[in-house]
């Protein structure tokens, strides 16, 4: 884990199988712990146990790879249907937030369409908190993605993607997609 010093108000979840991901650790705030999974491990219970260590985060981003409706976490695939059975690890995130926190989904289409809203307001309840993510291509505006998040469960303000610092989004040569 980097910048994990107790000034951390936000953690930063990277997959290692997005393309380009180590690029987007150029450039970190300060304030923002990083978390790199290991793909070949249950996702959602290394996220929680980071975020249960730090606890009163203000935002969890988690930059993955995503389809409407549905997230990798490692070697896990969260979807609406397997919420109900991740309900521990999902309390266990949630109370990692501070109240008013937010868990921000980074990975192209994975708020898009009905199974996307679906998606987003079940993970929204399973954690308890805010729940924000891409409802469209991921990445900086000349490749045709977006830094937005467009589907919302909750009351997320437009968060930008400020885990890491906007010229390197912006110089962010690929899409956030899985090779």
Known sequence: MQNAAETSRQLLVLDPRLEGW???LVDVEPDVAVLVLDPARDGLTQVADVAQEFGDLTAIHIAGHGTPGRLRLGSIMLDAETLPSRADELAQLGAGLAAGGALLLWGADIGQGALGARF????????GRDV?????RT???KLG???NLDMVSGRVDAHPFNAVRARTLEAH???LSAR
């Open 139 to 141: 990445g900086p505006a």
């Open 22 to 24: 180590a690029k987007l």
């Open 173 to 175: 040569p690929v899409l």
């Open 145 to 147: 993605g977006s830094w």
């Open 132 to 136: 924000a993510a891409a409802a469209d």
């Open 120 to 127: 987003i307001a079940a993970l929204s309840r399973a954690v």
